[in-house]
């Protein structure tokens, strides 16, 4: 007797977490919908076709590049972060600047000086 073998479901990529900024216009007698970090664009009859166009997209874009095992790089060098939670968008969200954190007491030698 065979026992078929349950496929685990794929890992669904969080393409919902990725923040990114949508630029609307007007485009001859439609919209168009555009997220210049991915250099990908939308058009519509409505403002809000576009953008909804424009997020297919992305979606689409961002789901071959999870394929493809490309995903991370590809956000990083469009200008994106991990924040702990989401991708965000630099352009969204400037990436903040680093917290430096001092372990021990500081030292009160001028620069330069050997520690002995």
Do not use: H
Not at 35 to 51: H, N, P, R
Not at 82 to 107: A, C, H, L, Q
């Amino acid at each position: 007797m065979k026992v078929a073998k349950k496929n685990k479901p794929a890992k669904t990529p969080p393409f919902d977490r990725v923040v990114y900024r949508i630029e609307e216009s007007r485009a001859g007698a439609g919209y168009e919908a555009v997220c210049s970090e991915l250099v990908i664009t939308g058009f519509g009859d409505t403002a809000e076709d576009a953008k909804n166009m424009l997020r297919r997209q992305v979606s689409e874009y961002l789901e071959d590049c999870e394929k493809l095992e490309i995903l991370d790089e590809t956000l990083i060098e469009a200008g994106f972060y991990y924040n702990g939670e989401v991708w965000m968008s630099n352009e969204v969200e400037p990436v903040p600047d680093p917290k430096i954190r001092y372990f021990g007491t500081p030292s009160e030698q001028t620069p330069g000086q050997p520690v002995e």
